[in-house]
């Protein structure tokens, strides 16, 4: 494993990223490393992402004791502190607000059309976990329910979670997750969305298979889509009207990026 300041680096570079990219404003969204059995890095509440050094990284047990570090660690720390609870694989966890992947988390409409073979191999689908209040263990228990099939949960009313085998494979996800979002926006305003078929879904799985790669996929669980696409949206659709209301909203923040 990398030493500890270096992985205090790399947290910096994430956070610089998410932030550079548009994906947190201000002081929003929290990056963690899991460091041994009971150790974790993770960045500092009332920080900007896109200007922390290595010295305001917190290490905490996981319990969310501080062991070493000047500031307070985020106060969202218990979700990431509950995933690594969860996974024993996980070892990086990125939280953010994505504004178009955010848009359809408000919407209440989970990533879940089959158009792009990269997603389908590296995340599946990505659905949506129930709100829950921020800094409390409602947003934790609401994703606990999907960490057995998905490393990419959208938050209801709050932005995406994402999960890796390191903090570079964490955040790319994160990447993977609003450049989906986008895709799938255009495409619905381009006049709909035409979906790969089955059976090429199925021999892109055998690829992924065949690459070996690592972490969690509906694919491997054999996930009812129809029961987890979103708990407060029973049925995961949306009339013509919501979706031109949400086409008109989110196009009025994102068209730029789009172009």
Known sequence: MQNEFQLKKDICEIGRRIYQNGFVAANDGNISIRIGENEI???????????????????????????SGKLKPSSELKMHIDVY???????????????????????????NDMIMPEVIISLGTVPIAKYGTPSTMEIP???????????????????????????????FKMETIELTAKINLTA??????KEIS????????EIRDKLGVQGKHPATCKVDLSQ????????????????????????KKVISELE
């Open 41 to 67: 890095l993770a960045t500092p509440t009332g920080v900007s992402k896109g200007f922390m050094t290595p010295d305001m990284i917190v290490k905490t047990d996981m319990d969310g004791n501080v062991i």
């Open 85 to 111: 609870k969860q996974r024993d694989d996980v070892k990086s966890v990125v939280h953010a607000h994505p504004p178009t992947a955010t848009g359809y988390a408000v919407a209440g409409i989970p990533l």
């Open 141 to 171: 228990e609401n994703v606990r329910k999907y960490l057995d099939c998905y490393d990419g949960v959208l938050l209801e009313n709050h932005g995406a979670l994402t999960v890796g085998t390191d903090v570079t494979n964490a955040y």
């Open 188 to 193: 619905r305003q381009l006049g709909g969305i």
């Open 198 to 205: 089955p059976e090429n879904v199925d021999r892109l799985y």
């Open 228 to 251: 987890t696409e979103n708990d407060s949206n029973d049925s995961g659709e949306i009339s013509e009207a919501e979706l031109g209301e949400l086409v008109s909203e989110i196009t």
